[in-house]
């Protein structure tokens, strides 16, 4: 009665056991199915949309290459809408957001259709360069659609307008249609607002129904970019009844699939496998206690010894092995676990060593980084006290050089002939342009050091410009002209007036030096309500090279660096003007085109004790055309 009432408890407990682990595991199996077909269907959904999108690309590209508005694009656009039933109505948008065609599969649109879509959402997103996919909304048929915008680019990267297209999602439908599982499962699709995009009844798509009240889309709209935390979770489904439900999100759409399989038909076998497991579990039992026995002598006995050998090994005696002969795994095991113990013990011998030995070579290595930082310092410092000492120093000689010259020029010793007239003349320019060099450095040594100070006053636009332009109106060797453009209405400014002197003359003689006959341009502007002054100096001279734009304003950096190259100078000017104007709070930007001449564009703040947040710089412009 004993022995009975003993396999009758166990028997009881085994099939109680099974039974709950039975459902666990046909809910487990639910759960990796409904979500392996929710993220497949999701993925499938994805890559179906992908296709339209780039199918929608392809004729974006294609249409790009065309005039806008013209018969090539509205030929493309066109065919578009005829070969795929998904694109229902299509248009082209000029860069200001104007309409310049449109083309419908249910209208004929004319010239006064078209309309204006600058503030629309759409074109905002594509003219900055980014694909855009609208939210779900339905047509007056209570169809849902979705609209495409793509960007068509043109020459430079630059944006010549947008392609739209409004894309009819009815073709998801079918897919929807054919996901089937289990004996009763479906799926449907939703948007990021729960509305209803797809399902194998296609009357509860046209009825707008919104299924924000069903537990899985609940779920799916609190954090509609994670995956189900809890797959196949019993709740409430579409229709109100029980179900287990799981949802995938649709990747860059902001959509997801929902699966529902009725929790009847669900666990319909669950009683089935209970009368099954409950003789098998009997059979199993039994012979389970038979092998059990025989198993325990053989396996849990040295797993007791190799248990007992690891704790003795953890309390520090490393030179104790274990011995255990059986023949199979674990006698392999038990040799395995010796041999690391003795590797340990090595290893633990001789881990102080190494361990000092690492340390002493860090200190080492720490101490010749240290020195070589230390010599570092000294070699910049030296450089700089260098340069300035020499700059000084060769100032004097030479302006004493350019005194004598100018007096023997201007007959103050007796009279000279004309070639020692032009003589003289070759040498004061030349002792003008090394004097000019030596300022350049002196200024770049005062930079380098810190010693870049900005001094604030109050001073008038009109006033700086008129002593800048005085100082060109002498005329040149070469034939370059100028124009001035600045405003003639007082302006005044609070900022560093001889920053920004320094500044347009490293400019306009940079523009002198690579302009051998053409024209140069000076133009200022004073934006009041932005609070900042904009400079501008334009020349037709040589251009520079799209390849060394962004290297120009780095220190010695020339365009052309070769021993007989035909500008002087040691390529400090352009360092200096942006270093000077990053001081005045400012940027520089420059574009040119070999042949064509250069833009410098400087904009500053106003006020540099109230600066502006300076709006956010274009991409770099390439070409005189952008």
């Known amino acids: 009665m004993w022995g009975l009432a003993f396999f009758g408890t166990i028997l009881t407990a085994v099939v109680g056991a099974t039974y709950y682990y039975t459902l666990r595991q046909i809910e487990r199996d639910a759960a990796e199915l409904q979500s392996e077909i929710a993220s497949v269907t999701a993925e499938r959904i994805r890559d179906f ?27 493309l656009v066109s065919l578009l809408v005829k070969n795929d039933a998904s694109f229902t109505d299509a248009a082209i948008i000029d860069a200001q957001g104007m309409e310049v065609l449109k083309v419908s599969d249910r209208r004929v649109y004319f010239p006064s259709d078209l309309s204006d879509q600058s503030r629309s959402a759409k074109f905002t997103s594509a003219i900055k360069g980014e694909d855009y996919v609208s939210p779900v909304y339905t047509s007056d048929k209570f169809q849902p659609y979705v609209t495409l915008a793509i960007p068509l680019w043109g020459g430079a990267q630059s944006i010549a307008g947008v392609a739209v297209a409004e894309a009819d999602l009815s073709f998801l439908w079918e897919i929807i249609r054919q996901i089937h599982f289990g004996s009763a499962g479906y799926a449907y699709l939703v948007d990021g607002q729960g509305n209803l995009i797809a399902h194998k009844d296609a009357s509860l798509v046209l009825k707008r129904t919104s299924l924000g009240q069903v537990d899985k889309v609940r779920q799916f709209l609190l954090n509609p970019t994670r995956k189900d935390p809890a797959p196949a979770e019993k709740g409430a489904g579409l229709t109100g009844k029980p179900v287990l439900a799981t949802y995938a999100p649709v990747p860059n759409l902001g959509w997801a699939v929902i699966l529902e399989e009725p929790l009847d038909a669900a666990l319909a076998n669950v009683e089935k496998l209970k009368r099954y497991a409950t003789v098998l579990l009997v059979v199993v039992l039994i012979i389970g206690t ?19 050998g690891v704790a003795i090994i953890g309390r520090g005696n490393l030179n104790y092995r274990v011995h255990i002969k059986t023949g199979d795994e674990i006698e392999w095991l038990a040799e395995e676990f010796n041999r690391m113990a003795k590797e340990l013990s090595v290893f633990y011998s001789t881990l102080e060593q190494k361990v000092k030995d690492k340390t002493a070579e860090l200190e080492k290595a720490n101490l010749e980084l240290a020195e070589a930082n230390e010599r570092l310092v000294k070699a910049s410092k030296a450089k700089d006290e260098f340069l300035g000492v020499m700059s000084h120093e060769l100032r004097t000689p030479l302006n004493v050089v350019v005194g004598y010259s100018q007096m023997l020029k201007d007959e103050l010793f007796g009279e000279i002939n004309p070639e020692q007239e032009a003589a003289l003349r070759k040498i004061i320019g030349r002792a003008e342009d090394l004097l000019g060099m030596i300022s350049e450095i002196l200024q770049v040594a005062s930079i380098e050091a810190g010693n870049l100070n900005v001094e604030i006053k109050d001073i008038l636009l009109g006033e700086l410009l008129d002593d800048l332009r005085s100082n060109y109106e002498i005329p040149l060797e070469k034939k370059v002209t100028f124009s001035w453009d600045y405003p003639s209405e007082p302006a005044v400014l609070r900022t560093d007036g001889d920053k920004i002197k320094h500044i347009l003359q490293n400019l306009i003689n940079n523009a002198i030096k690579f302009t051998d006959e053409g024209k140069i341009a000076v133009a200022a502007r004073y934006r009041k309500e932005r609070n900042l002054v904009e400079f501008r100096v334009e020349d037709t001279g040589t251009g520079i090279q799209q390849e060394l734009l962004p290297s120009i304003f780095e220190m010695f950096r020339q365009l052309d660096s070769s021993a007989t190259r035909n500008h002087g100078g ?48 274009p991409s770099e412009d390439r070409s005189l055309a952008s």
């Open 49 to 75: 949309v992908q296709r339209k999108i780039e199918r929608f690309s392809d004729t974006a590209n294609a249409a790009s290459l065309y005039p806008l508005g013209s018969k090539q694009q509205q030929l």
């Open 290 to 308: 038979v092998v059990i026995a025989w198993v325990s002598r053989r396996i849990i006995g040295p797993i007791r010894d190799l248990h007992e």
């Open 570 to 617: 040691v390529g400090l000017g352009l360092y200096i003007v942006r270093k000077y104007t990053e001081a005045l709070g400012g940027r520089i930007r420059v574009a040119s085109e070999p042949g064509k001449g250069s833009i410098f564009t400087v904009t500053i703040p106003a006020d540099l004790e109230n600066r502006p947040a300076l709006p956010e710089a």
